[in-house]
């Protein structure tokens, strides 16, 4: 109750927009849903082995040496966590994004139950469970990519370059980043710039475009932004085949081009300006302004620090833009919060200390240690993501009953 009156004392809360009346029955709480239970147990992981970085003797003794968990917290955050949020957003916005009819409804739903079988075998430690894990999860994925080919071949013709070939590339690509070693560096970084990331540059685009008034990549601009991505896709990979500096430089200058040519073409600059400082525009900001910063880094750097390189990509650019984007999708399609505004601008913002932490150096000896703040630290992250998920997972669960109540009555 005293934290309740705090925040009505500091902080303007408005009531939130009405539910939105559903035209079809919505998926995508579906995949959020799974998305969170990857994000629980892919963060957790990845805080454990953060803590083992830090000196800090937490490694149970029960798990056995055949359990790598560097490879599964790549592999449960990469393909799992990331996949599971961009789906629900791409099939749920898929007709907005592409002019398209929607997808059927239980094929997506299937293709989830897939992803889900797989995630669950990558539990068990047998390397021959481990390749039906691999093979259940890739055909899901492969399935997700028919079902936006088709959505795109159905659309409209100028999204088809721009929008429709990076969003079905971008998961083909996870579905390749399904066998390979996740855990060495260059690999991780491979999967974040083809999957993830191209997912996030064709779906951003609905957002720059609906909530901040820019501009789509389509027509001749989209021509041009695929030619962009193909050339970044190549060099990218040729970087993590040869593992050179100086191929890593390469690839990481036409990814800085190219994001350039992206924020220049969608007038993200001046979209943000004239919108003013939200949630939204906080997580679109730190969203594509963590890939410049990355490609930067690479062109500067070439090999060199790929590990948190790579945790500047996840945590910069893949989290905040999923904290923004479920939380306000979420809000509309239940008629309340995942967390009032201001708070998810606290959350933001304090995430951002989070991904500094994590990428920035070790701090000199004659600095403050780090070690004597670690449960303060532990903490905190926990906190930032708990009451997100707290917020997420009860919305979601209106969604679905409005949704069973929509399918009771068709």
């Not at 791409?90 to 079988?117: E, I, K, N, T, Y």
């Not at 390749?131 to 409209?156: F, H, N």
């Not at 193909?230 to 890593?248: E, F, N, P, R």
């Not at 963590?290 to 500047?312: C, K, N, S, Y």
Request: proline share 7%; with cysteine.
């Amino acid at each position: 109750m005293t934290l309740y009156l705090l925040i009505k004392r500091f902080f303007r809360v408005l009531p939130p927009p009405a539910a939105m009346v559903f035209t079809r029955e919505p998926l995508m709480q579906r995949f959020w849903g799974s998305g969170v239970l990857f994000m629980v147990t892919g963060f957790g992981l990845g805080l454990w082995l953060w803590l083992q970085q830090q000196g800090w003797p937490v490694a149970p003794s029960w798990l056995g040496d055949s359990w790598q968990p560097r490879s599964v917290h790549a592999g449960w955050q990469v393909i799992y966590f990331s996949s599971a949020f961009l789906l629900g957003f791409a099939l749920q916005a898929g007709p907005h994004l592409l002019g398209s009819p929607p997808p059927p409804l239980l094929p997506a739903l299937r293709l989830l139950g897939l992803l889900l079988l797989g995630w669950l075998l990558s539990w068990i430690p047998d390397a021959t469970v481990g390749i039906v894990s691999q093979l259940v999860t890739a055909a899901s994925l492969l399935w997700a990519v028919g079902l936006l080919v088709i959505m795109v071949r159905s659309g409209l013709p100028a999204h088809m370059a721009g929008i429709g070939l990076p969003l079905a590339a971008g998961i083909a690509w996870l579905a390749v980043a399904v066998w390979l070693p996740l855990e060495q560096p260059r690999w991780g970084m491979w999967a974040l710039w083809l999957g993830p990331m191209t997912v996030i540059l064709a779906a951003a685009q609905q957002l720059i475009a609906n909530v901040l008034g820019g501009q789509r990549l389509v027509g001749r601009a989209g021509v041009g932004f695929a030619l962009l991505l193909t050339l970044c896709w190549g060099l990218t990979t040729l970087a993590a085949v040869a593992d050179h500096d100086h191929s890593w430089r390469l690839a990481g200058l036409i990814w800085l081009i190219t994001l350039l040519w992206y924020w220049v073409k969608t007038n993200l600059w001046q979209a943000l300006r004239q919108t003013g400082w939200q949630s939204i525009t906080l997580a679109l900001a730190c969203g594509l302004t963590a890939p410049l910063l990355t490609a930067l880094w690479l062109l500067l750097a070439g090999g060199v620090d790929l590990d948190r390189m790579i945790h500047l990509l996840a945590l910069g650019a893949v989290v905040p833009l999923i904290l923004a984007v479920a939380a306000r999708v979420t809000t509309f399609f239940s008629g309340g919060y995942v967390l009032p505004e201001p708070w998810l601008m606290v959350v933001l913002g304090l995430w951002l200390g989070v991904v500094l932490l994590r990428v920035l150096p070790p701090l000199p000896a004659a600095a403050i240690h780090l070690d004597g703040w670690l449960p303060a630290v532990v903490v905190v992250i926990v906190l930032l993501l708990g009451v997100w998920i707290n917020g997420l997972v009860r919305r979601l669960w209106v969604i679905h009953t409005r949704a069973r109540a929509m399918r009771g009555q068709s």
